[in-house]
């Protein structure tokens, strides 16, 4: 009787759909999978972290004074570089979800996944908890590495918990377009290559230099891009300027990128299967 019992048990875990997944339970496996896979191999996280890390060297140090001169920015130029920094920095991230996800469906892994009675939408939650902690600790990192170089925040709580937020809603936007992308991707290679345009994306706004300071065709594009809003927005609350209708719209931004992101890689993931 016990040996039928167990033999039961055994093939309904071994038979997909047999038995009802726990999807907390399986995202958290997965979580700590990806956040293993960080420690096993840090070449990745370490690379993300040193291009924020190299631009805000390279425009404080070397381009920072004439910078600063040109667009009278009245206090030191880290001030108003280091909101664009800690958007480069989970912009950077999403290199390396792209192509962890793209690697797990294209190395097999996946479908191994999938023929195991485990929650399916567990996988991509995995992924993108796991790059958005990453991501939060790169952020802070990059916060830290500003701070030692200058900047000078005058936020008080109530305006870093602001920032936090949205910083926080920025990531999990730019993880799940990441995840999106990584699934559409038929390479790692490729995978790299098609989350290109969200690292130049803050070249393209008010990262480095005011957006009026352009040409008309650049600036209209800078001021309605996604990221400029998000930068002002940080800018305002961390420097003490006012936000206005900014703040709204950046919300308004991360919130739609969530959502058609989510919708988009849940729906290129399920087809696959």
Not at 50 to 73: D, M, S
Not at 78 to 96: D, K, R, S
Not at 178 to 196: D, F, I
Not at 243 to 264: F, K, N, P, R
């Amino acid at each position: 009787m016990s040996t039928v019992t167990t033999t039961t048990r055994t093939t309904a875990h071994a038979t997909p759909g047999a038995a009802r997944p726990d999807a907390l339970r399986d995202s958290l496996t997965m979580l700590r999978r990806q956040l293993k896979h960080a420690l096993r191999y840090p070449g990745l996280s370490i690379g993300t972290l040193a291009v924020p890390v190299v631009f805000l060297v390279l425009f404080v140090y070397v381009l920072g004074r004439p910078l600063a001169a040109g667009i009278g920015t009245g206090t030191a130029y880290i001030n108003y570089l280091a909101p664009g920094i800690i958007l480069m920095t989970v912009t950077a991230a999403a290199t390396t979800t792209a192509v962890s996800v793209c690697t797990d469906l294209t190395e097999g892994i996946v479908a191994r996944f999938r023929t195991m009675a485990i929650s399916r939408s567990s996988i991509l939650v995995g992924h993108v908890i796991g790059s958005f902690v990453q991501t939060m600790v790169s952020v802070g990192l990059v916060v830290g590495i500003a701070v030692l170089m200058g900047f000078r925040p005058t936020a008080g709580p109530g305006g870093w918990l602001a920032v936090l937020g949205l910083v926080a809603l920025l990531t999990l936007a730019v993880t799940w377009l990441a995840v999106a992308l990584g699934t559409l991707s038929k390479t790692p290679e490729g995978a790299s290559n098609t989350v290109l345009p969200l690292a130049f994306l803050p070249f393209i706004g008010s990262a480095f230099v005011p957006t009026d300071s352009m040409p008309t065709v650049v600036r209209v594009f800078a001021e309605h891009q996604p990221f400029t809003p998000v930068i002002e927005t940080i800018r305002g609350l961390l420097t003490g300027t006012p936000v206005g209708a900014e703040g709204v719209i950046a919300v308004a931004w991360c919130l739609g990128i969530t959502v058609v992101a989510w919708l988009w890689a849940t729906r290129l993931f399920n087809r696959q299967g």
